[in-house]
């Protein structure tokens, strides 16, 4: 048995087929408002790091391929003048804060990014634990698994949004709620355990207890419109898109981070148009069939 999650996640995507619904349909409207901001685009990208290894500014270069597609950008763990960088771009940045051992570095990093003017800010909660039994250590740092109280005290030391990555269970998402954070990433942070269950399909449960109370991102393995439609039928706000970008990143810089968002939104308005959605809350999970043949 292959317990691969971003296999079994991938499988989980191409299982969902879609009926059509071309009478009356016309041709769609993709912008999403988020914290007060509108953006072109409900894809965004997704919390990576360490590109300025793989890319020249690789960092920056997404945070401006993502404001010249009129798109939302994460960024995951990096360094003071890193965050600075992107936000200089223009693009709207929201800083995800690895769970340091440390409760003081987390604050440090809430105060380097609220400098840097960071649009938002979040932690990965999901890289609290190895896979060897022992806590995670991240390029030498000590991880820990953060309390409601923890996470509480860092929401209420800043006046930014705040949101919780790797939520992929309907209690953890309840307890974000109660805490009072912004909103949360539905992921497995491309397959942290195996065995994990695909976003998609706990994200209708998710969305019920959440209701409209605040936005839900999903990540992992999105790599097209369809997938992005998918997610979005199936109760997500925004989608982030990680792995995907990194070739286009690598080949040409921010155009290339640009070129890709831009066609996954054409392949997600052309399925919208397809399936009678003409603006993103007129899109319809009842359009997406489970494959079962
Ligand atoms: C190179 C790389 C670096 C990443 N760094 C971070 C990080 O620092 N913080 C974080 O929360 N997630 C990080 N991620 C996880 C992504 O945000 C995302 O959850 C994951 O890659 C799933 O999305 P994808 O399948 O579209 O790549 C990283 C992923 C990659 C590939």
Redesign the pocket.
Known sequence: MDCDSNKITRDYFDSLLLEMRHIDSVMPDTKVTLFGQEFSTPVAT?????LNNTAPDGMANMALGAKMAGALCFS??GGKDEIKAMCDTGAKVIK?IKPHKDNAAVISKIREAEEAGAFALGM?IDHAFSSTGDYDVVTGLPMRPKSSDELRSFIESTKLPFII?GVLSVKDALKCLEIGVSGIIV?H??GIMPSAVPPLMVLPEIRKVIGDKMPIFV????ENGMDAFKALALGADMV?????IMDPLRENGAQGVCDKITAITGELRSTMARTGASKLNDIDGSVIHKRDF
């Not at 997704?46 to 360490?50: D, K, T």
């Open positions: 997704a919390a990576l790091s360490h995951g763990m995800i990965d990555k992921s942070h491309h990540d992992c393995c999105i982030c898109v990680g792995r995907a």
